[in-house]
Nanobody, 123 residues
């Protein structure tokens, strides 16, 4: 089992940047694929990005491709989401998640979740 804690959210102007972190504890972090999801008010949780256990493979939703970068440092048991050129439509609670089985795009493929961190982008 792994516990996840996100940090790094906040308020930023459109065009700005934020880096989210996801600190893992418990079972070996490198045992899990990792994903970032987000949920805006009144909307369903949606996939943003995922990364394989080793970090060698990444995948992005079209809405964030070219602006967001997912990475991980298994020596620090931490995952990251670098978000650049932020837009008001990126406003959401961002969640990191860990999967024992696969690097998927569906929230149902992930076994463990953090509590979320709020990202607000003003226009």
């Amino acid at each position: 089992q792994v516990q996840l804690v996100e940090s790094g959210g906040g308020l930023v102007q459109a065009g700005g940047s934020l880096r989210l972190s996801c600190a893992a504890s418990g079972r070996t972090f490198s045992s899990y694929a990792m994903g970032w999801f987000r949920q805006a008010p009144g909307k369903e949780r949606e996939f943003a990005a995922s990364i394989s256990r080793s970090g060698g493979m990444t995948y992005y939703a079209d809405s964030v491709k070219g602006r967001f970068t997912i990475s991980r440092d298994n020596t620090k048991n931490t995952g990251y989401l670098q978000m650049n050129n932020l837009k008001p439509e990126d406003t959401a609670v961002y969640y990191c998640a860990a999967s024992e089985l696969k690097q998927g795009t569906s929230q149902y493929e992930y076994d463990y979740w953090g509590q979320g961190t709020q990202v607000t982008v003003s226009s």
